[in-house]
C-alpha cells in the first residue's frame, strides 16, 4: 500500500514523459508555418530536426541523470525534471521564433531523460520478483503516453495551435505538485554511490557496465530490438496511406489502438507471461512473435486484416520488461540509476537512428524508379532485426541471477 501512490506518480511521469513528442505531431506543422512561414515541405525539415534533437538529448543524458540520482537521490531529480518541463512547454507555447522551438526543444528532451530516474526509482522499491511486472508499468505508461498525446494535441488544436502546450504545461506542474507531496527518496547511505563524470557518458557507461557487470551485450540486444519497435512511429503513417490508402482517421485509430494495447501488455498480460515463461522464455517469445508480426506486415495488401492485426502486434512488447528484470538483477543496487540511464540513451539512439533508416527504406521501396515496389520493406527490415536480436540473446555470456 505504501508504494501504490508512489507507483501511480512514476507512473504518470512516464507517460507525460512519452507525451513529449506525440503532442507535438498534430499542431507543430501549423506551429512553425504560423512563426516561420514557408511551405509543409520546409516546416517538416524543421519538424525532423526538432525530433531528432529531442531523441538526442535524451539520449546524451539518460545517464548523467541516472548518475546524479545515484548519487543525490530519485527524488529531487524528479521533481525537477517536472518542473523543467513545465517551463518547457510554456516557452513553446509563447515562442515567437523557430530557434524559441529548437531551444526549448533541447530543454524537452533533457527534461524527459528522467525515464532513468523513474526506472531506477521502480528498481528500489521492487524485490527481484517484482522487477519484471513492474517494469511493464514503464511500458504502459509509455502506450497511455503514445495515446494520450497526439489525442490530446489533435483534440485541443481546435482551441489555437498554442492550446496543447499550456494543457501539457499544466499536466506536468500538477504532477510535480503531487510528487511534492507524496513521493519518498529511496536512495539510502547503503546504496548511494559517488557522482563521477564518466558514468554520465552513454559510451564510457556501456563499456564500464559491459566490463564488469556483463549486460553489455543485452544492451546492444535492447537497441537493436528498439530500433526495429520504432518502426511503427518513424513509419506506419505514410505506409498505411501508401498500402491501403487509409484516412488520416484509421491512422489514428490504429495507433490508438496499438497504444492501448501496449498498455495492457506491459501493464496487466506481462505478469501471466512471464509466471508461464519465466524472464528468458518471455525474451526469446517475444522476440519470435514479433518476428512473425513484421513479416505479416511486410507482405500484407488487405487493410482490414492489418488493422485486426494491429493491437496484436502490442503482445510483442513483453520483451522491455523482461530484459530490463535480467539486468537490474545482474548489477549491484548502488548502480541501478546508472543502468537505466543507459537504457534511455540505447533507447533514444534508436529513435535517432530508426525514423532515419526506416524513412529511407520506404521511400527506396516506393520511388517511382525502384527495382521492386514494396511498401512493407520497412517492416521486413524490423523482421531482421529481431533475427539478430534471437542470435545476440542466443550467444549472451551466463549471467549471474
Not at 496499438?258 to 512471464?274: D, T
Not at 522491455?320 to 528484470?325: N, R, S, T, W, Y
Request: include cysteine; proline fraction near 5%.
Amino acid at each position: 500500500m505504501r508504494h501504490r501512490l508512489p507507483l501511480l506518480f512514476i507512473f504518470m511521469t512516464l507517460a507525460i514523459d512519452a507525451m513529449g513528442i506525440g503532442v507535438v505531431i498534430p499542431v507543430m506543422p501549423a506551429l512553425i508555418r504560423e512563426i516561420e512561414g514557408g511551405t509543409i515541405a520546409s516546416a517538416a525539415v524543421w519538424g525532423g530536426i526538432f525530433s531528432t534533437v529531442y531523441a538526442l538529448m535524451q539520449f546524451l543524458c539518460g545517464p548523467l541523470l541516472g548518475a546524479l540520482s545515484d548519487r543525490y537521490g530519485r527524488r529531487p531529480l524528479l521533481l525537477i525534471t517536472l518542473t523543467i518541463m513545465s517551463l518547457d512547454y510554456v516557452i513553446v507555447a509563447l515562442a515567437g521564433s523557430v530557434w524559441l522551438l529548437l531551444g526549448a526543444r533541447v530543454m524537452g528532451g533533457i527534461a524527459a531523460s528522467t525515464r532513468s530516474v523513474a526506472t531506477a526509482f521502480i528498481a528500489d522499491i521492487s524485490t527481484p520478483e517484482q522487477k519484471a511486472a513492474r517494469f511493464g508499468l514503464v511500458g504502459a505508461a509509455f502506450g497511455l503516453g503514445f495515446v494520450a498525446g497526439p489525442l490530446l494535441g489533435g483534440l485541443l488544436a481546435e482551441f489555437g495551435t498554442r492550446a496543447p502546450f499550456w494543457a501539457a504545461a499544466a499536466l506536468a506542474l500538477a504532477n510535480m505538485l503531487l510528487g511534492l507531496f507524496i513521493l519518498p527518496e529511496t536512495v539510502t547511505d547503503e546504496i548511494r554511490r559517488p557522482f563521477h563524470w564518466k558514468r554520465a557518458n552513454p559510451w564510457s557507461t556501456l563499456l564500464d557496465l559491459g566490463r564488469t557487470e556483463r549486460v553489455g551485450r543485452l544492451t546492444f540486444l535492447f537497441f537493436l530490438y528498439q530500433t526495429a519497435f520504432f518502426v511503427y512511429p518513424a513509419i506506419w503513417a505514410y505506409f498505411a496511406v501508401e498500402r491501403f490508402d487509409w484516412s488520416p482517421r484509421t491512422i489514428g485509430l490504429s495507433l490508438g489502438l496499438f497504444g492501448i494495447s501496449l498498455a495492457i501488455v506491459q501493464g496487466w498480460l506481462i505478469r501471466y507471461v512471464l509466471r508461464w515463461f519465466g524472464d528468458r522464455g518471455t525474451v526469446l517469445w517475444g522476440l519470435l512473435f514479433n518476428a512473425v508480426v513484421f513479416l505479416l506486415l511486410g507482405v500484407l495488401e488487405d487493410g482490414t486484416i492489418a488493422l485486426m492485426l494491429t493491437p496484436l502486434a502490442a503482445i510483442g512488447g513483453v520483451v522491455i520488461p523482461a530484459l530490463q528484470a535480467m539486468m537490474s538483477r545482474a548489477i549491484p543496487d548502488n548502480a541501478q540509476g546508472g543502468l537505466q540511464g543507459l537504457l534511455t540513451s540505447a533507447g533514444a539512439l534508436a529513435m535517432i537512428v530508426s525514423p532515419l533508416v526506416m524513412s529511407q527504406v520506404f521511400w527506396l521501396a516506393t520511388a517511382e524508379n525502384a527495382p521492386i515496389y514494396l511498401p512493407g520493406l520497412p517492416f521486413l527490415l524490423s523482421m531482421g532485426l529481431m533475427g539478430i536480436c534471437v542470435v545476440v540473446f542466443l550467444g549472451r555470456k551466463r549471467m549471474r541471477p
